[in-house]
């Protein structure tokens, strides 16, 4: 099959080499489109096991330099409307919210939910949890002080959690990015994750990392 000359370019990269967090950076900032601007995506492999529930790698994290991504956030709320428009929310409501959701209108990234509407939303856990927007109190996403979770949310967090094999993959910025806010970035998940490693977990941890721009191929880095 003849290669594009995207294909072709990519090949000078070697992708065998196991790179430092910043010259993996470097080397695919160079093959990054011209055309838009590239998230720079990291898969991180844990040492758990997924079918264990206490092993269940999960939560938020405010990025130190934010994620480059706009993000729309929904609020389920009957009370605490005003509140939510004020911060920025996209998209509030309550009753009727839930039923144009129901409908199958999902035009928003992240949703926020005060805890009186959660016996509520359950008549759409079946559309919001296959695609990981159900509101959870873990991942603060269930609150009333949801002025300060809409703020957090439009400033940059991200949701980690651990996928089939142990894989945890997160956008950590835009290439337009500098490198140094890129590692910062990439940094502060790995702390993250070491953070929260469970108790069960035994031997290495963190078992390998690779970095890759939206639609160009992954380089490893030295997991150490």
Known sequence: MKLTKKQQTWKKLDTDKVYSLTEAIEALREYASKKFDETLEIAIRLGIDVTKADQNVRGMLSLPNGTGKSVRVAVFTENAQDAAKQAGADVVGGAELIDSVAAGNINFDRVIATPDMMPKMSKIARVLGPKGLMPNPKLGTVTNNVADAVKTAKAGQIEYRAEKRGIIHAGIGKM???????????????????????????????????VATTQGPGLKVDAK
């Open 176 to 210: 337009s990015f500098t490198t140094d806010k890129l590692v910062e970035n990439a940094n502060a998940l790995i702390d993250q994750l070491k953070k929260v490693k469970p108790a069960s977990s035994k031997g290495q941890y963190i078992l390998g990392i690779s």
